[in-house]
């Protein structure tokens, strides 16, 4: 006697362009954005985009990008030397020239894995 399986269900693989992940990736982690609301429009695991995610930041080394923008000298502001970083918009952070390049890495990956 022959025996017959049948698989029910969605059982299948799709094959993501590089272009693809990086938009689906780019709409989960917006500010405000859902990752399993983002998932279930593309069909697909939560998970998945996080090791999308993981992926893509081993993939660009750890840069992030930089928007450089005119000195703005408002009333809390150190001197014109002080470097600041904005954070997804969530935090600022002021770094003067003699902090130890060691520290305000450690600071800065913090932030950013807020």
Known sequence: ?????????RERRR???EGQKRALVAAA???G??????????DVSASLLYR????????EGGFA????????LDAGAMDGSAMEIEVGGVARLRIPPSTPPALAA???AALVQR
């Open 1 to 9: 006697m022959e025996r017959m399986e049948i698989i029910t269900g």
């Open 15 to 17: 094959e993501w362009s």
């Open 29 to 31: 982690f917006a500010p």
């Open 33 to 42: 954005a859902v990752v399993t609301q983002v998932a279930r429009r593309a």
């Open 52 to 59: 999308w995610r993981r992926e893509q930041a081993a993939l």
């Open 65 to 72: 990008a930089v928007m450089v923008t005119p000195d703005r």
């Open 106 to 108: 450690s600071v800065v």
